[in-house]
């Protein structure tokens, strides 16, 4: 059974950073894609980022730059360090796994997962 624990999430003032933490079990995590999503309130499921197995990653357009996944450990434990945060990025923010290989061009394609977390808030002020 997969399970992914994401924590992290919080509350800081605009310009701030967080780093969101995905604690992934239950699985060969070298077989597995990974990527963060985000949903505010009445608003779609947006991409945020995501990493195959062999450290590829992709982002979306409106975060490059700012929300990276750090490479260290990301095999173990998927990080997101967001940095200079702003208001309309407040939302619950998702981990997924899905079975590797996936196109770089496909890693924010939410079909391509099949697990997720159960999220962690985050709230960006003004």
């Known amino acids: 059974q997969v399970q992914l624990v994401e924590s992290g999430g919080g509350s800081v003032q605009v310009g701030g950073s967080l780093r969101l933490s995905c604690a992934a079990s239950?699985?060969?995590?070298?077989?597995?894609?990974m990527g963060w999503y985000r949903q505010g309130l009445g608003k779609e499921r947006e991409g945020v980022a995501g990493i195959d197995n062999a450290g590829i990653t992709r982002y979306a357009d409106s975060v490059k730059f700012r929300l990276t996944i750090p490479q260290e450990n990301f095999k173990t434990t998927l990080f997101l360090q967001m940095n200079s945060l702003k208001p309309h990025e407040t939302a619950m923010y998702y981990c997924?796994?899905?079975?590797?290989?996936?196109?770089?061009?496909?890693?924010?394609?939410?079909?391509?997962?099949?697990?997720w977390g159960q999220g962690t808030q985050v709230t960006v002020s003004s």
């Open positions: 997924a796994a899905g079975p590797c290989p996936v196109p770089r061009s496909l890693l924010l394609d939410w079909k391509q997962y099949n697990y």
């Open positions: 239950g699985y060969i995590y070298s077989s597995y894609c």
